[in-house]
């Protein structure tokens, strides 16, 4: 175990629920009322994005300045992309094993979870306007971004 099981500091655990939670008022507006002008002048422009990847800044500043393990862990990371696995690809799985390690750590999870929905967002964003662009239905690749992200984006592509 490379860090505690303590929470991480409480602004830390205030920001991921206002990117756990924050985002899903945008994804019921792109998936229930896409054709709702006023979801279109939310979603249209890049700040909803560039709000939550702020809050993810937030979280990876916090929880660097905070975390006594940052080098552990860091170490830990780069065994994730770790070049020598590439020989051995159907046979090594100590990148796995790192990142299961690392998912140990709080503040990695909340930095690590604030990164993923952020993309998610980003793509969801993305499949929602480029249906409105096209003019085809988007709810459900849209839903599905927000729920298990890369599917979505290849059900859009399907749907296109």
């Not at 590439?86 to 909340?110: D, I, R, W």
Request: aromatic share 14%.
């Amino acid at each position: 175990l490379l860090a505690s099981l303590d929470p991480t500091p409480a602004v830390v655990s205030m920001a991921f629920n206002v990117v756990t939670f924050l985002p899903q008022y945008l994804w019921l507006l792109m998936v229930l009322a896409p054709g709702w002008s006023i979801t279109r002048k939310i979603m249209e422009p890049l700040w909803p994005v560039l709000l939550f990847s702020a809050v993810h800044i937030f979280i990876v500043y916090n929880v660097a300045s905070t975390n006594p393990d940052n080098v552990a862990e860091f170490t830990e990371l780069l065994k994730v992309f770790d070049p020598q696995v590439t020989p051995e690809l159907f046979s090594n799985f100590s990148p796995q094993a790192s990142m299961m390690t690392l998912m140990k750590s709080p503040g990695f999870v909340s930095e690590e979870w604030s990164h993923v929905l952020t993309w998610d967002l980003f793509v969801g964003r993305w499949i929602y306007l480029d249906g409105q662009r096209r003019g085809i239905f988007t709810s459900h690749s849209v839903l599905f971004c927000n729920l298990i992200g890369p599917p979505g984006l290849l059900l859009h592509a399907i749907t296109c």
